[in-house]
């Protein structure tokens, strides 16, 4: 199924979803490599998070991997991308992350949760679009006033909706 250009399978699955923007985003990144022999660090950044990191990002709120070999395979992208620069060629993935001042892109997807989190606690998305989360009504001496309820799931078969058989 397609919504918003984000796939998913019957089991809400989007390893097709990420599968296909890993290789659009490679696609973009040959595009980089064919057109630009002589590429700065600045001219790179550009291109990258304009060309490249637009399609890894959009609608990762949705589609947010969790598996860990989908992870990696989006972070093989940015490995790889940051190795066009011929002066980081030789050097560590997080030597030239650092260099290129760009946060992996775990980190970012992280992130932007935590926006989106803070985002819908505070109200500011419209209407009754967001999801409802309940704020700690316990309040210790330390902490804040924006912590999150934990809700808990009983899954005993008593709490079922239908009979197992």
């Known amino acids: 199924m397609l919504d918003l250009g984000v796939w998913f399978d019957e089991k809400l699955s989007f390893s097709e979803h990420i599968q296909t923007k890993i290789n659009k985003a490679n696609m973009m990144l040959g595009i980089i490599k064919r057109n630009f022999k002589h590429l700065t660090v600045p001219t790179f950044i550009l291109l990258y998070t304009s060309m490249v990191r ?41 030597e030239r992350l650092k260099a290129c001042q760009i946060p992996t892109l775990h980190y970012r997807h992280f992130r932007g949760d935590m926006i989106k989190t803070y ?7 419209q ?12 309040y210790v001496t330390r902490g804040n006033d924006l912590r999150l309820q934990k809700l808990r799931l009983d899954m005993t078969y008593a709490n079922l909706a239908f009979p197992i058989g």
Do not use: F
């Open 119 to 125: 985002k819908i606690i505070n109200g500011k998305y």
């Open 54 to 94: 637009s399609h890894l990002d959009y609608c990762s709120s949705v589609w947010a991997p969790y598996k860990k070999g989908d992870i990696e395979a989006l972070e093989k992208v940015q490995k790889k991308a940051t190795k066009i620069l011929p002066a980081m060629k030789r050097l560590p993935y997080s």
């Open 127 to 138: 209407g009754c679009v967001p999801p409802s989360l309940i704020k700690e009504e316990i």
